[in-house]
Structures are given as structure tokens and as C-alpha cells.
């Protein structure tokens, strides 16, 4: 199966940019359906962005959309996460997770491989 990794994270004031990437390795990345996730402290992880894996179909948060893009890259086993317009309320630890041949969820439990998360931390 797939090994995720993310990186990107960071400090960064309020109103400003940042990108997130999820790098894959060890299995064909293109099969698999892939998601963002976040978890802030004291509260649930929750649904940020997916990527479906054929035909690239996207969803997205509430409260993201309009401000974050998810993309991906199969030649080099990559997702993105861009993010603009950030504000504190989008300040988690972010994950990048896998589902196989999967459907696009915004469920958690759906996913079963997890990278370890970075951090993003907006300030105001």
C-alpha cells in the first residue's frame, strides 16, 4: 500500500498563503482516492478537500471553499493543498489521507492510510 508524507506547514499571519503537499510513495498513487483532513485542539478531525482517483472530481468544505484548491499530480505521487485568505479558525494539524479505487467521502473512517500531519498555525 501507499506511504504518505506531508510538508508545507507552517506560521503564517492571517490573510495570507500557504501550501501544503502530501507525497506518496510505494504504491500507484493514481488509484487511489485522497483527502484532507484537519484537527484542531480539543476538537474532531474533519473534512478539508478530496481528490478522487479517476477523473479528478473534487469537494470541499463549507468553509474552505473559495479559498482552498486541492490538486494533484500522478507523475510525481503529489497532492496539494493551496491555501488563501487564511484565517486563525484554520489553524490544525493537517493530514493528507488514501482510499484505493475509493469514492470521494468527506468521512474519515473511509480512509485508511494516514500520513503523520503537519502544522499550520495562522495568526492574527
Known amino acids: 500500500q501507499v506511504q504518505l508524507a506531508e510538508s508545507g506547514g507552517g506560521l503564517v499571519q492571517a490573510g495570507g498563503s500557504l501550501r501544503v503537499s502530501c507525497a506518496a510513495s510505494?504504491?500507484?498513487?493514481?488509484?487511489?482516492?485522497m483527502g484532507w483532513f484537519r484537527q484542531a485542539p480539543g476538537k474532531e478531525r474533519e473534512f478539508v478537500a478530496g481528490?478522487?482517483?479517476?477523473?479528478?472530481?473534487?469537494d470541499y468544505a463549507d468553509s474552505v471553499k473559495g479559498r482552498f484548491t486541492i490538486s494533484r499530480d500522478n507523475a510525481k505521487g503529489t497532492m496539494y493543498l493551496q491555501m488563501n485568505s487564511l484565517k486563525p479558525e484554520d489553524t490544525a494539524v493537517y493530514y493528507c489521507?488514501?482510499?484505493?479505487?475509493?469514492?470521494?467521502?468527506?468521512?474519515?473512517?473511509?480512509?485508511?492510510?494516514w500520513g503523520q500531519g503537519t502544522q499550520v498555525t495562522v495568526s492574527s
Open positions: 510505494g504504491h500507484t498513487f493514481a488509484w487511489y482516492t
Open positions: 489521507a488514501a482510499r484505493q479505487f475509493g469514492s470521494l467521502t468527506t468521512m474519515s473512517n473511509d480512509y485508511d492510510i
Open positions: 481528490i478522487r482517483w479517476s477523473g479528478g472530481n473534487t
